[in-house]
């Protein structure tokens, strides 16, 4: 064969490795160079300021731990100060039991309501055998896999982020009620945070029937898609939580 065609071959078969090797390094740099996690941490302690018109509240302060192979328990209490602590009559007390399969949660029970208060506390218990949710309001859903309580929710973006989607659906039992939402991902952000700057996704979830009410969440690309705000808005005033400390990620 003549020497000039090898030497052709050769360099054309060097500059198709090099090509390939290029895009495989790209390819395998895009899918793993924002943190998608295996599964939830044992033990996760957060704390959020709170602010309502721009005036801080208090705090809201998260803390999740494992409890078996495979069940968490999540909970959550609003620190009330200031004004508000004068203001706020009763607190704010969640807690959510779930159980992690794969990228998935199952919630198993929730609470919401002050803990000494039980004529006011909102309870659901999912019966994930028998396909339904029920709640202490007399009150029955279907259950399908992917319906989330309001705890289980943020944590399940963190193991499931909604990747490659512009819209979606999402259910979630509040204690009160079952309600479906539409959500948008609208893109990524770089923000600033108490923690300093952060890449992050904004998502947008909101009823159908009620377009001026919002919930905006930016999860942290390089934080396994951990929520670090968090904005209710309504159609007089928003509340904000932004994350200012985080243990166990």
Same mark, same amino acid.
Request: aromatic letters at 10%; a positive charge; charged letters at 30%.
């Given at each position: ?52 018109? &721009?005036?801080? /509240? ?5 803390? =999740?731990?494992?409890? +078996? ?6 909970? !959550? %209490? ?23 399969? &794969?990228?998935? /949660? ?5 609470? =919401?309501?002050?803990? +000494? ?6 309870? !659901? %218990? ?124």
């Amino acid at each position: 064969m003549n020497t000039e065609i090898i030497s052709r071959l050769r360099n054309s078969a060097f500059t198709s490795f090099r090509l390939t090797t290029f895009l495989l390094a790209a390819l395998i740099s895009g899918l793993f160079s924002h943190p998608v996690l295996a599964g939830l941490p044992d033990s996760m302690d957060l704390i959020y300021k709170a602010t309502w018109g &721009g005036m801080t /509240i208090g705090t809201l302060e998260k803390k =999740l731990r494992k409890q +078996d192979d495979n069940g968490y328990v999540m909970t !959550a %209490k609003i620190k009330a100060s200031g004004l508000a602590a004068l203001l706020l009559r009763d607190t704010y007390d969640e807690e959510s039991h779930f159980k992690v399969d &794969g990228d998935f /949660i199952y919630p198993q029970s929730y609470r =919401l309501g002050p803990a +000494d208060k039980p004529d006011k506390t909102r309870l !659901a %218990k999912f019966d994930w055998k028998k396909k339904v949710v029920k709640l202490n309001n007399d009150r029955s859903y279907k259950l399908v896999r992917g319906i989330q309580d309001a705890a289980t929710f943020p944590l399940f973006w963190m193991i499931n982020p909604p990747l490659g989607e512009k819209q979606g659906d999402i259910s979630i039992v509040d204690g009160k009620r079952m309600t479906t939402f539409k959500y948008t991902v609208i893109g990524e952000q770089e923000i600033e945070t108490p923690l300093g700057k952060a890449k992050t996704l904004l998502v947008e979830r909101q009823k159908e029937t009620e377009p001026e009410k919002k919930f905006r969440m930016w999860l942290d690309l390089n934080r396994s898609y951990l929520a670090v705000r968090l904005e209710n808005v309504r159609p007089n005033n928003t509340m904000v939580f932004e994350l200012e400390k985080i243990e166990g990620l």
